[in-house]
């Protein structure tokens, strides 16, 4: 009963009737006028009952008797889209329960946006029903809830204020933006493997090595055992390369975000296309996960979607350069000479920059490098510039990009871009 007394308070009637009660009730025992006593302690008791009334409804409450349901549709929801929540809550043992109850709800900032929130109430036989909607600024989880809860009792004397059910996690993806895979240089071998063009095979069930992230149960247990390293078996009907897009995350917020949403923009460029694709970079990104393409945009880009919900931006520079150093690393184990890589990448330190200069190399490798100002020109600043030259010099096509530019912008410029020198491939 003590807990349940806890968040039981008296309303200004309740208080100022329990406060009249205690008067009447001294003043009629000084006086030795009865009747005075009498209505006294009336009024005392029902502040004392309305009390005892709502702890019982808060103990019944505890143990099940209010059932809450949330649902977010759709779920997960992107950055920029409006979804709706949805809370219904219902009684057993009587609908009498969720009368003079009154719910609220609060969302995090991230999903309500400056604006307050506007919810809609409907009420029906033994239950309640909550709805508003959210318009989600940033990417992420973010909680809403718990529902707060506000009970009176039948004379108005008496509220009790709490919570019911745990909060809700909404995953925030990063908005992402429709990409074409065709380019106006299509003619070279390069152009054509980035727009998902087809590649012959032998025949329709090649094998290649093993790649971080690679789905176990495609792997040839035969063949590895034959050869002594892992092989996979490669669905070549579509003959189209695998593809790995590599994220590197700036320690400024707006910067980080752009990335994300600019890198998985690609990957789902490049799934549509009909390319596997993983993902590197980032602290939850080190291992790499190979997403399949699914039917139109299905399981596949959801789960290359889900995987960039719990992305932080890192705290320092070396943290930075640890997350880059993992994602190279797996890049560099894996380069096989068939695999595609696109870069979003900032100014890279010397040992970075030859890593990236090896890949170039063993795979046909594309990178936006990230600049103050974006373009080809003499705004940018010396390590910028020498990131820049130096992608381009180990076989890379790059561009420069300015965070905040169009996505679709940005990628037209790097398929355009004919300052790719290296070896023909």
């Known amino acids: 009963m003590r807990d349940a007394l806890r968040g039981v308070r008296p309303t200004a009637r309740g208080g100022a009737l329990g406060g009249l009660g205690l008067a009447t009730t001294v003043m009629g025992t000084l006086t030795g006028v009865r009747i005075l006593t009498q209505v006294g302690s009336l009024l005392l008791l ?4 309305a009390v005892a009334w709502l702890a019982a409804e808060v103990r019944q409450q505890d143990r099940g008797r209010l059932r809450l349901v949330r649902r ?7 950055v920029g889209r409006v979804a709706t929540v949805r809370v219904e809550l219902t009684a057993s043992g009587g609908a009498h329960r969720l009368d003079r109850l009154q719910i609220a709800e609060r969302a995090a900032r991230e999903l309500s946006g400056p604006t307050a929130l506007r919810a809609r109430v409907q009420r029906s036989a033994g239950r309640l029903a909550l709805t508003y909607s959210i318009h989600p600024q940033h990417r992420g989880r973010w909680p809403v809830g718990p529902l707060e809860v506000q009970r009176r009792d039948l004379f108005g004397v008496a509220r009790w204020t709490g919570s019911l059910a745990e909060p809700m996690l909404v995953a ?9 895979t065709s380019s106006s240089a299509a003619s070279t071998d390069v152009d ?8 012959p095979a032998a025949d329709d069930s090649s094998l290649r090595d093993y790649r971080a992230g690679d789905d176990l149960r495609r792997v040839h247990w035969r063949n590895s055992a034959r050869r002594g390293q892992l092989m996979v078996r490669q669905d070549e009907r579509a003959g189209r390369r ?10 400024d917020d707006e910067a980080a975000e752009w990335t994300i949403s600019t890198g998985a923009s690609i990957a789902l460029a490049l799934m549509s296309a009909g390319h596997h694709v993983r993902l590197l970079g980032g602290d939850v990104l080190g291992a790499a996960t190979d997403h399949h393409r699914a039917d139109g945009e299905g399981a596949g880009a959801d789960a290359l979607l889900d995987q960039t919900v719990d992305l932080t931006r890192p705290s320092n520079l070396a943290t930075r350069a640890a997350w880059l150093r993992t994602a190279v690393d797996t890049l560099t184990v894996n380069a096989g000479g068939a695999e595609l890589v696109f ?5 890279l330190e010397p040992d970075d920059l030859a890593s990236l200069a090896r890949i170039g190399d063993a795979s046909m490798g594309w990178a ?3 600049t103050g100002r974006g373009g080809d020109n003499d705004s940018m600043t010396a390590d910028e510039a020498r990131t820049l030259r130096a992608l381009r010099r180990a076989g890379w096509t790059a561009c420069a990009v300015r965070p905040g530019e169009d996505a679709a912008v940005c990628w037209q410029r790097l398929l355009d871009s004919d300052e790719r020198v290296g070896v023909a491939r």
Do not use: Q
């Open 343 to 347: 870069a979003v990448v900032g100014e």
């Open 242 to 251: 695998p593809a790995s897009v590599l994220l590197d995350l700036p320690l």
């Open 172 to 180: 925030v993806r990063p908005a992402t933006t429709p990409l074409g």
């Open 72 to 78: 977010v549709t759709p779920h997960p929801v992107s």
């Open 192 to 199: 054509r493997a980035s727009a998902g063009a087809r590649t």
């Open 46 to 49: 029902v502040v004392v009952v």
């Open 368 to 370: 936006m490098v990230r």
